[in-house]
C-alpha cells in the first residue's frame, strides 16, 4: 500500500518557467518531508525538506510548500533550468517510525530550452 | 571526499545463487540503510543500522541479511537469490538515525536475477 503518492509520473516545462511537482501522502503520523532529485544512473540526493510546523520553505529557486489538511505538498521550481531535468521523488517520515523514509513513485521533469 | 560508494555497479546471478552487496561510507556517518527500487514503485527500506553494532528490518526484509562490520561498512547479502529480488539497490548513510537527519544516498548495484 503506497503511503506517499506522486500521480504525475512526467511534467514538461519551458525553460524560464515554473515547474510545480505535486505529491500527496495517506498516513497522518508523516511530519517530515523531503523532495530528492534523481540522474540516472546515480542515487537520489537530497534537495529540500519541510517539517509538519511550517507550510513553506524555500531554498534558491526551490520552495516546498506542505497542506496537513489536504495532505499534499508540491515542489516549485522557479525559473525552471534545462540542467532541472530529472526524477523527482518525495519522501516523508514520522517521529516514530526511526529515519524509514516512504518515498512516492517519482515524477519525471524534463525542462526543454 | 567519495561520500557513500557501492560495489558492484551492475551484477546478473542465476537463481539460488549468493553474493554480498558491498557499501562504504566516509562521512563519518552513524546510521546507513539499504533499499531496493523497482520499476513504478518508489525505494523501498530493506534493512538499516541506527548505529555500528545494530541492525533492524525495514519495510521489505525478506531474502536478506545485512552486516555492520564497523562504522563506515553495511553489507547486504543475498543469500539465495529470487527474479523477485531483480531490482536496483542503493545504500544510503545520515549522521544519526533521527527521522529529521539528511539520508545521503550512493550511485546504486543494478542486480539482475535470471
Known amino acids: 500500500d503506497q503511503q506517499v503518492k506522486q500521480n504525475s509520473p512526467s511534467l514538461s516545462v519551458q525553460e524560464g518557467r515554473i515547474s510545480i511537482l505535486n505529491c500527496d501522502y495517506t498516513?497522518?503520523?508523516?511530519?517530515?518531508f523531503l523532495w530528492y532529485k534523481k540522474y540516472p544512473a546515480e542515487g537520489p540526493t537530497f534537495l529540500i525538506s519541510?517539517?509538519?510546523?511550517?507550510d513553506k520553505n524555500e531554498d534558491g529557486r526551490f520552495t516546498v510548500f506542505l497542506n496537513k489538511s489536504a495532505k499534499h505538498l508540491s515542489l516549485h521550481i522557479v525559473p525552471s533550468q534545462p540542467g532541472d531535468s530529472a526524477v523527482y521523488f518525495c519522501?516523508?517520515?514520522?517521529?516514530?517510525?526511526?529515519?524509514?523514509?516512504?518515498f512516492g513513485t517519482g515524477t519525471r521533469l524534463t525542462v526543454i530550452p | 571526499n567519495a561520500g557513500v560508494t557501492q560495489t558492484p555497479k551492475f551484477q546478473v546471478l542465476k537463481t539460488g545463487q549468493s553474493m554480498t552487496l558491498q557499501c562504504a561510507q566516509d562521512?563519518?556517518?552513524?546510521?546507513m540503510y539499504w533499499y531496493r527500487q523497482d520499476p513504478g514503485m518508489g525505494l523501498r527500506l530493506i534493512y538499516y543500522?541506527?548505529?555500528?553494532?545494530?541492525?533492524d528490518k525495514g519495510e521489505v526484509p525478506n531474502g536478506y541479511n545485512v552486516s555492520r562490520l564497523n562504522k563506515r561498512e553495511f553489507s547486504l547479502r543475498l543469500e539465495s537469490a529470487a527474479p523477485s529480488q531483480t531490482s536496483v539497490y542503493f545504500c544510503?548513510?545520515?549522521?544519526?538515525?533521527?527521522?529529521?537527519?539528511?539520508?545521503?544516498f550512493g550511485p546504486g548495484t543494478r542486480l539482475t536475477v535470471l
Open positions: 562521512m563519518n556517518h552513524n546510521s
Open positions: 544510503a548513510s545520515s549522521g544519526g538515525p533521527r527521522y529529521t537527519d539528511t539520508q545521503y
Open positions: 543500522s541506527a548505529s555500528e553494532g545494530t541492525t
Open positions: 519541510i517539517s509538519s510546523i511550517k
Open positions: 519522501a516523508a517520515s514520522s517521529q516514530t517510525g526511526a529515519n524509514n523514509l516512504f
Open positions: 498516513n497522518s503520523m508523516f511530519d517530515y
